[in-house]
């Protein structure tokens, strides 16, 4: 029998590990190519890890919960066919050590502090700190070059999932790092000695959380805890400023609903409202281009391409963003085709790592759930945010060649969540009106 090694995949830009959160096979279960063996997740998406070929599975490398990195060998398959490699008794070893935690092969077997210090210096630092804090690249490369220990790592409180070490939470370090000392590790925040970068948090009791009556303790998921986390952090970095304003998308509602079924029938995908809105936005981008932006401290990255993110729900209640990428060049057709392709899989659990990852600008719609209007956070690292309240019927003024009139009208609101760093009230507020003047200026006779 020819042994096959399985191998923790690539899953996207900057993406070194993921997490083996549950195995769906056990040694000696026969499975088929394309047979999901492994549930694994990253800080970016959950995902799944197809059988490479049909075969038996001879050894699980690795226990759930367990942190692999991208190119490991998590399990052995037996096929059929001659073993060309070497065997398995000569591959156990190296497999092991494979396996081996990552603060048993770099922790230093030094006997003092002082050694300890000296030893951690010299040595790159791993993933994890001795004690099994883990320690992304951007944190790794910031200790690097700040001469942080892995020692000192340790003592740094972690504000991320799991006790992770953020970058927000090294930078605070280092502005309170003395030449003797390190950040104290409580339980609870000391509030008297707050840094100007760390606000300090209310203290609330017991009896204030629970309000003295029954009550039911729900544990977040793993995914619901990013997305706070997420929250939390976005509000941190930016200045939030919220602008709104009214459009009347009389003409846009008309047309669609002309020629819906006929784009359906032709284009084999259903023509919602948002690949209309997508491509308004784009269009307003095109000319208001420092709104696709990120900052780097004091740098403004002006992004070339536009990625843009739609905000979807999820059947657990949670959130997630599949991108449409280079939106700017995509037709109608193209756009409608890829909102209901990435919105279906999305609530499937069946996106890939990189169709998550780089957007430049974000629409959440909260007219799916007749919300009017709503405050959106930004997604981090973009600088804005649309929000799409609910299409309704309303009386409004309009000019007629008899002077002005009431008519019944379909009014929406748009919001735009900015960030007031990089991103003044009217520049927000003239790419704003930008949108809606798209959405008003509709072309009801436009062909599809």
Same mark, same amino acid.
């Given at each position: 029998?020819?042994?096959?090694?399985?191998?923790?995949?690539? +899953?996207?830009?900057?993406?070194?590990?993921?997490?083996?959160?549950?195995?769906?096979? /056990?040694?000696?279960?026969?499975?088929?190519?394309?047979?999901?063996?492994? $549930?694994?997740?990253?800080?970016?998406?959950?995902?799944?890890?197809?059988?490479?070929?049909?075969?038996?599975?001879?050894?699980?490398?690795?226990?759930?919960?367990?942190?692999?990195?991208?190119?490991?060998?998590?399990?052995?398959?037996? %096929?059929?066919?001659?073993?060309?490699?070497?065997?398995?008794?000569?591959?156990?070893?190296?497999?092991?050590?494979?396996?081996?935690?990552?603060?048993?092969?770099?922790?230093?077997? !030094?006997?003092?502090?002082?050694?300890?210090?000296?030893?951690?210096?010299?040595?790159?630092?791993?993933?994890?700190?001795?004690?099994?804090?883990?320690?992304?690249?951007?944190?790794?490369?910031?200790?690097?070059?700040?001469?942080?220990?892995? $020692?000192?790592?340790?003592? %740094?409180?972690?504000?991320?999932?799991?006790?992770?070490?953020?970058?927000?939470?090294?930078?605070?370090?280092?502005?309170?790092?003395?030449?003797?000392?390190?950040?104290?590790?409580?339980?609870?925040?000391?509030?008297?000695?707050?840094?100007?970068?760390?606000? !300090?948090?209310?203290?609330?009791?017991?009896?204030?959380?629970?309000?003295?009556?029954?009550?039911?303790?729900?544990? +977040?998921?793993?995914?619901? /805890?990013?997305?706070?986390?997420? +929250?939390?952090?976005? /509000?941190?970095?930016?200045?939030?400023?919220?602008?709104?304003?009214? !459009?009347?998308?009389?003409?846009?509602?008309?047309?669609?609903?002309?020629?819906?079924?006929?784009?359906?029938?032709?284009?084999?995908?259903?023509?919602?409202?948002?690949?209309?809105?997508?491509?308004?936005?784009?269009?307003?981008?095109?000319?208001?281009?420092?709104?696709?932006?990120?900052?780097?401290?004091?740098? #403004?990255?002006?992004?070339?391409?536009?990625?843009?993110?739609?905000?979807?729900?999820?059947?657990?209640?949670?959130?997630? %963003?599949?991108?449409?990428?280079?939106?700017?060049?995509?037709?109608?057709?193209?756009?409608?085709?890829?909102?209901?392709?990435?919105?279906?899989?999305?609530? $499937?659990?069946?996106?890939?790592?990189?169709?998550?990852?780089?957007?430049?600008?974000?629409?959440?719609?909260?007219?799916?759930?007749?919300?009017?209007?709503?405050?959106?956070? #930004?997604?981090?690292?973009?600088?804005?945010?649309?929000?799409?309240?609910? #299409?309704?019927?309303?009386?409004?003024?309009?000019?007629? !060649?008899?002077?002005?009139?009431?008519?019944?009208?379909?009014? +929406?609101?748009?919001?735009?969540?900015?960030?007031?760093?990089?991103?003044?009230?009217?520049?927000?507020?003239?790419?704003?009106?930008?949108?809606?003047?798209?959405?008003?200026?509709?072309?009801?006779?436009?062909?599809?």
């Amino acid at each position: 029998m020819a042994k096959v090694e399985i191998l923790l995949p690539a +899953m996207g830009e900057g993406i070194i590990e993921a997490t083996l959160t549950r195995w769906l096979v /056990k040694v000696g279960d026969k499975i088929e190519e394309d047979q999901s063996i492994a $549930e694994i997740a990253t800080d970016k998406v959950d995902s799944e890890i197809p059988a490479p070929q049909d075969g038996v599975i001879e050894k699980l490398l690795f226990n759930e919960n367990d942190v692999p990195k991208v190119g490991d060998t998590i399990a052995i398959l037996s %096929v059929e066919g001659k073993d060309e490699g070497e065997s398995e008794e000569e591959k156990a070893p190296e497999k092991e050590e494979q396996k081996k935690p990552e603060e048993e092969k770099e922790q230093p077997t !030094a006997h003092t502090q002082e050694e300890s210090t000296s030893s951690s210096a010299e040595q790159p630092l791993g993933s994890r700190t001795p004690k099994g804090k883990f320690l992304s690249p951007l944190v790794r490369n910031i200790a690097a070059k700040e001469n942080i220990t892995a $020692e000192e790592l340790d003592q %740094v409180r972690g504000s991320g999932n799991t006790g992770r070490i953020t970058k927000d939470d090294i930078l605070n370090y280092l502005n309170t790092r003395t030449s003797g000392g390190v950040q104290p590790v409580t339980e609870v925040p000391d509030t008297k000695k707050q840094t100007p970068s760390e606000p !300090a948090k209310p203290q609330i009791s017991k009896d204030q959380l629970y309000g003295g009556g029954d009550y039911e303790i729900v544990q +977040m998921d793993r995914m619901r /805890k990013l997305i706070a986390d997420h +929250m939390v952090q976005s /509000k941190q970095i930016s200045p939030h400023v919220t602008s709104f304003v009214e !459009a009347d998308v009389t003409n846009l509602v008309k047309w669609r609903e002309k020629n819906k079924q006929r784009f359906q029938e032709r284009e084999n995908t259903k023509l919602t409202f948002t690949p209309l809105f997508v491509e308004a936005t784009v269009k307003a981008l095109k000319d208001y281009p420092t709104i696709n932006v990120s900052v780097d401290d004091d740098k #403004i990255i002006l992004k070339k391409n536009i990625n843009i993110g739609m905000a979807t729900a999820l059947p657990s209640g949670n959130l997630i %963003v599949p991108v449409i990428k280079n939106a700017d060049k995509l037709n109608l057709s193209g756009l409608a085709s890829s909102v209901n392709d990435l919105a279906n899989r999305a609530r $499937e659990n069946k996106l890939k790592p990189e169709e998550i990852q780089g957007g430049t600008f974000t629409i959440t719609n909260f007219g799916t759930f007749r919300n009017i209007s709503g405050t959106p956070i #930004i997604n981090q690292p973009q600088a804005a945010i649309l929000g799409v309240g609910a #299409i309704t019927k309303k009386p409004a003024v309009i000019e007629t !060649a008899n002077g002005d009139a009431i008519a019944i009208r379909h009014i +929406m609101i748009l919001s735009l969540a900015y960030d007031h760093r990089v991103i003044d009230g009217a520049l927000g507020g003239m790419f704003l009106k930008r949108i809606a003047d798209y959405l008003e200026n509709f072309d009801s006779k436009r062909n599809i």
